[in-house]
Nanobody, 124 residues
């Protein structure tokens, strides 16, 4: 059974930073791309960033480019999301997600496993 356990998040002022972590258990972590989605209040869940199994390829939504950094430590089966220069519009519930394969479609339905989610609130 694959489990994704998230940590981090919370309340921060605009311009501040937060780091999210997602620890994966139950499967060979290094064989899969990892992603972070977010769901703002009243909106659909959206793909924010992704990283290939090797860590060589990454993807960032335009809204977070230059501010967010995704990384992974395959020895620790953990993926990280460093969020800098946070804005009020980054306020959302953040989820890590895993699917079979080394790609990252934007459709939520493509993903097999999800973290429990963590709230990130950015005050102005």
């Amino acid at each position: 059974q694959v489990q994704l356990e998230q940590s981090g998040g919370g309340l921060v002022q605009a311009g501040g930073s937060l780091r999210l972590s997602c620890a994966v258990s139950g499967r060979t972590f290094s064989s899969y791309a990892m992603t972070w989605f977010r769901q703002p209040p009243g909106k659909e869940r959206e793909l924010v960033t992704a990283i290939s199994w090797s860590g060589v390829r990454t993807y960032y939504a335009d809204s977070v480019k230059g501010r967010f950094t995704i990384s992974r430590d395959n020895a620790k089966n953990t993926v990280y999301l460093q969020m800098n220069s946070l804005k009020p519009e980054d306020t959302a519930f953040y989820y890590c997600a895993l699917k079979y394969g080394d790609n990252w479609p934007s459709l939520v339905q493509e993903y097999n496993y999800w973290g429990q989610g963590t709230q990130v609130t950015v005050s102005s």
